[in-house]
T-cell receptor, first 114, second 110 residues
Framework: KAGVTQTPRYLIKTRGQQVTLSCSPI?????VSWYQQTPGQGLQFLFE???????NKGNFPGRFSGRQFSNSRSEMNVSTLELGDSALYLC?????????????FGQGTRLTVV | GDSVTQMEGPVTLSEEAFLTINCTYT??????LFWYVQYPGEGLQLLLK?????DKGSNKGFEATYRKETTSFHLEKGSVQVSDSAVYFC?????????FGRGTSLIVHP
């Protein structure tokens, strides 16, 4: 079956702009989580959506937001981009999102802010 | 809050050498523990997991045992291959918010 698909794979934006990233989970998966990966901070949890509701949120400013649609596809939006937002953004999907649930990751979207 | 500490890399080994990557965690309760692997240009892939104390997760020759008494989940492989070169992440999930270690880069030379 198809894996987690993230689009676009690469993105270059200018400071102050906003960006939307997309994630299509594995068919049947209802939980989608987003992560930011940087060399300095490692892998940090942004938020998780389950059945169109944000269930958990990491410690990121309000410029980072997301949503999930009825087909479980999710989008992540970053407004007023800063240079420090340059990172690999990873999406992961799972069946239910509980503590024992395996998360399947996409290949990520590489965002560069100039 | 919860945290995961991994040994700093890179770890550089010759092919067929023994591998250990240390991982310790702090968490309340009894989290599930995971090892993920990330190859260049790819997302993370689950390598193995353990959900309760003394469980041993294993996959592709890699093993890790959930040690509650030492709050550890060290990754081991008896004989590494060049194709094992990647970044390895230890993670715990005691609640809905997972916590990852910083990652350990493994480089295996022929």
């Amino acid at each position: 079956k198809a894996g987690v698909t993230q689009t676009p794979r690469y993105l270059i934006k200018t400071r102050g702009q906003q960006v939307t990233l997309s994630c299509s989970p594995i068919s049947g998966h209802r939980s989608v989580s987003w992560y930011q990966q940087t060399p300095g901070q490692g892998l940090q949890f942004l938020f998780e959506y389950f059945s169109e509701t944000q269930r958990n949120k990491g410690n990121f400013p309000g410029r980072f937001s997301g949503r999930q649609f009825s087909n479980s596809r999710s989008e992540m939006n970053v407004s007023t981009l800063e240079l420090g937002d340059s990172a690999l953004y990873l999406c992961a999907s799972s069946l239910g999102g509980g503590e024992n649930t395996e998360a399947f990751f996409g290949q990520g979207t590489r965002l560069t802010v100039v | 809050g919860d945290s995961v500490t991994q040994m700093e890399g890179p770890v550089t080994l010759s092919e067929e050498a023994f591998l250990t990557i240390n991982c310790t965690y702090t968490a309340t309760g009894y989290p599930s523990l995971f090892w993920y692997v990330q190859y260049p240009g790819e997302g993370l892939q689950l390598l193995l997991k353990a959900t309760k104390a003394d469980d041993k997760g294993s996959n592709k020759g890699f093993e890790a045992t959930y040690r509650k008494e030492t709050t550890s989940f060290h990754l081991e492989k008896g004989s590494v291959q060049v194709s094992d070169s990647a970044v390895y992440f230890c993670a715990e999930r005691g609640s809905y918010i997972p916590t990852f270690g910083r990652g350990t880069s493994l480089i295996v030379h022929p």
